[in-house]
């Protein structure tokens, strides 16, 4: 009995993270905006980083910003397809992580997110 309490426990606090790089801040802040606008975010926050890779056969050394946005599991789908739509970049990596939060902190993203 005690795992089955545990697992719903965790499955309450369960929450989603996104991780999505673009090539200025201005762009990531303006996705950031307008995800929060339309709530399917609770909250984002933005990390520069060098990031390197081929593209077209040759390499790349660049600098990005990483967004690390927080939402709830259930907008998970919408979220991703409305990311999609917003990325400038031609085959954007989007990275989505489920993670276990404190119970205050994951109600406040379920109630963030619609």
Request: net charge negative; with cysteine; aromatic share 8%.
């Amino acid at each position: 009995m005690f795992p089955t309490l545990r697992m719903k426990k965790m499955e309450n606090n369960l929450i989603v993270v996104v991780h999505t790089f673009l090539d200025s801040e201005e762009k990531a802040r303006e996705i950031s905006r307008q995800l929060l606008d339309e709530k399917l975010i609770a909250c984002s926050n933005l990390f520069p980083c060098a990031s390197l890779y081929k593209w077209d056969g040759k390499m790349q050394d660049e600098r990005e910003i990483v967004i690390s946005m927080k939402a709830s599991v259930a907008v998970k789908d919408r979220l991703m397809k409305r990311l999609e739509t917003l990325h400038p970049y031609d085959v954007p990596a989007i990275f989505v992580e489920r993670a276990e939060a404190s119970e205050n902190f994951s109600a406040w993203i379920n109630e963030s997110c619609l």
